[in-house]
Every structure is written in C-alpha cells, then in structure tokens.
C-alpha cells in the first residue's frame, strides 16, 4: 500500500492512504536513508509504501520504503550538534511566523531559516503576527524589517491570528498547497490554525503539549487536510537553527542580495569578508545590503553555530 505519514512521534507513524484511510505504522528494521545522517529517518510528508498486518484486534502497518522527496526542511538538534533532525518533506512552500516580542524573533534565527528554505528549494513567505498588539514604534521596526526583506525578494505579511487580520491573504497562498508553519515557541501558531480552520486548534494544542513534553532536541510535526483543498504542518516551536551540510562557499548563494551582486567581485572565490575588491563589502556601505543580513552570513560563514540566538541588535538597544 501507499500512503502519505501525517503524523510521526519517532517509533509510530500515522499514515494516510490514497483512498482516505489511516494506519498505524512502524518501521521494518533498521531504516537508513541514503547521504541523510537523521535522528529520523521517516518524516511528516514522506510519501511511504507500507504492508497491512493483523495483530490481535488491531491492523497495523510496516512500513517497508519510501519514494524520492521533492525537497525536505533540515535542521542541526539543539543540544546534538552533529545529528540533524528532518522536520518535514515534500512542502510547497513554509511560512516563517515572526514576533518582534513576545517572543522576540531575531534576525540571526530568521535568515538561518530562510537559507535552510532556499538551500532545500523551498519557497518561504514570513508572517509578521501579533500586529494589533504592537505600539507605534514598534510598528515601525515591524515595517523596516518587513521592507528589508521584501527588498531581498520574499513575500512579508503583516498579520493577526487573534483578530484574524490579512488572515483571508495567507489562506489564499494555501490554496491547493501543503505548507508548513515554523517559527518560535508563542508566536501564535496554534491560534492562526484556529483563525484558518476554526475547530482545528483543540487539537493541534493537544497534540503540541503531548509532543513537547520532554522532547528536547526533536521537534515531532503533523500535517492537517484542510476545508479549502489544502494541507497544512504545523510544527511545535523551534528555538534555534542550525545550518546544515553547506560548504561555506556556497551559502553566499542563498543570500538573494549577494548572489545577485557576487559576479562583480574582483575574486571568483570571494567570501566577502577579508577580500580586497569585494562588491558585497561596496554595498553594505551605500546601504545596498542590509547590515543584519551580512552580520548573519558572516556568523554561518565562519560556522559559529553556539550564536544563532544572539539578538543582532542588542548592542543598539
């Protein structure tokens, strides 16, 4: 049989069939996916072939491979730096729920992710959310960033789950799609599915709270069919992104504005930080290049992982 995994709690898989119907799986033996080192090797979206057994009363499924993954969103485990954990596969597109408080969403966090989307062909649009709870001055900060990387060529969308505001606008992008929902712990995750499908949230809070408990370096998804012919993950709260297997060559290519300008270089292999005749460098003087987007390449560039929840901006405040 095939069928699509909704739901993985790391030894069970709930798995939905073409036809409508879903199983309990595990898996056959040791499951080792090729070039992909992963806490787990089967995640939400996997499009998986499984065999039906009868135990007992019950009818549980094996699952015995899985078909080629469109693309998948990777991260490093927070407190297992070397093993990487597959947060879900074969998306359409991710949205990135950002706070400016409440939690407080950095810069540092935002650009790991959007270059862990770009890296993996995935489109990523950012919500700003929690918008009808901000003063003027700080919805001015919410404009300047939504400005920087509209500039850079991504999609920002000022929204509140609570009042449902710009909420129509991002159910629109859904339509006919499997997106995912990532972002901090509190950033209104659960009450934005409840605002696009209301009677969902019950249990995605649920869910959530089941999940999180004591799952520290694993992060558990499920996905949701929606009323609108769409399908939705939702994913508990990230706290940190770590990039994974780029060579620090290429990360500059997943920086739209530096990709865009890195041919004027003077070297071919400019990594634009100590070069001489460097066009990103040129460009961060005429304000061309955001200084938050070069300080967080430079972070990945020189590996320093331990940094990915430094606030760029705390020396200013």
């Not at 629109?172 to 997106?179: A, R």
Request: proline share 3%.
């Amino acid at each position: 049989m095939i069928g699509t995994v909704y739901k993985s709690t790391g030894s069970w898989y709930t798995v939905k069939t073409e036809e409508g119907s879903f199983y309990n799986c595990r898996i056959k033996g040791k499951f080792r996916i090729k070039g992909i080192k992963s806490t787990n090797p089967v995640a939400v979206g996997d499009i998986v072939h499984f065999d039906v057994e009868k135990i007992g009363d019950e009818t549980l499924g094996v699952i015995s491979s899985i078909e080629e993954r469109k693309n998948y969103i990777i991260r490093k485990s927070v407190n297992l730096s070397k093993q990487t954990h597959i947060i879900a596969t074969n998306l359409d597109q991710v949205f990135l729920m950002v706070t400016l408080n409440n939690p407080p969403t950095h810069t540092a966090f935002i650009d790991r992710f959007l270059v862990t989307a770009d890296a993996y062909h995935i489109p990523a649009i950012i919500l700003f959310n929690k918008i009808d709870t901000y003063t003027e001055e700080e919805l001015l900060e919410v404009k300047y960033l939504a400005a920087l990387y509209r500039k850079v060529g991504y999609t920002c969308i000022g929204i509140s789950a609570k009042t449902s505001k710009n909420v129509e606008q991002v159910k629109t992008l859904m339509e006919g799609k499997t997106s995912m929902f990532s972002g901090h712990s509190g950033v209104g995750k659960s009450t934005l599915v409840n605002s696009i499908e209301p009677g969902l949230s019950i249990k995605t809070k649920e869910i959530s709270k089941q999940h999180l408990q004591g799952q520290h370096t694993t992060t558990f998804a499920e996905m949701f069919d929606l009323s609108f012919n769409s399908r939705i993950i939702d994913t508990p709260g990230i706290k940190g992104f770590g990039i994974v297997d780029m060579e620090k060559e290429e990360i500059g290519s997943y920086f739209p504005e530096i990709f865009a300008l890195k041919g004027e270089c003077k070297f071919n292999n400019c990594l634009h930080i100590d070069e001489p005749h460097c066009a990103i460098k040129k460009a961060l003087e005429t304000d061309d290049i955001a200084w938050s987007r070069y300080k967080s390449y430079v972070q990945m560039v020189s590996g320093e992982d331990e940094n990915y929840r430094v606030d760029i901006h705390s020396e200013k405040k």
